[in-house]
Nanobody
C-alpha cells in the first residue's frame, strides 16, 4: 500500500507564502504523475498543479504565476511553493500520486489565508 505524507499547511495573511510537501512511501513504476488538488468548503475538489515524472508541470489558471510545483524523483517528493496567497486559496490541499493503473491520495493539509 502506498502512503502519502503531506506537510506544510498553516495560516498566513493575504499576500503571504506557504510551501507544501508530499512524500510517497514508494513509487511502483517510475512514470507516475504527482500533483496537488484542493477542496474549499462547499466546493468540489479541483486541480491545482501536477508534474509528470519527466518534470513537465501543469497549473490551474487560478494559480499560474503564483504557485510553483517541483518534484524530486530520488526522494519520491513533490513540493508546492505557494506565493501571493489570497483568501480564495483557503482550502484543504491534497497530494495525489497516479498513473493509468492506480491513484493514491494523501490525507490533506489545511491552508488558510486570512484577509
Amino acid at each position: 500500500q502506498v502512503q502519502l505524507a503531506e506537510s506544510g499547511g498553516g495560516v498566513v495573511q493575504n499576500g503571504g507564502s506557504l510551501r507544501l510537501s508530499c512524500t510517497a512511501s514508494r513509487i511502483m513504476f517510475g512514470f507516475e504523475t504527482m500533483g496537488w488538488y484542493r477542496q474549499a468548503p462547499g466546493k468540489q475538489r479541483e486541480l491545482v498543479a501536477t508534474v509528470a515524472s519527466g518534470g513537465n508541470p501543469n497549473y490551474a489558471d487560478s494559480v499560474k504565476g503564483r504557485f510553483t510545483i517541483s518534484r524530486d524523483n530520488a526522494k519520491n517528493t513533490v513540493l508546492l511553493q505557494m506565493s501571493s496567497l489570497k483568501p480564495d486559496d483557503t482550502a484543504v490541499y491534497y497530494c495525489k500520486l497516479y498513473s493509468d493503473y492506480y491513484a493514491h491520495w494523501g490525507q490533506g493539509t489545511q491552508a488558510t489565508v486570512s484577509s
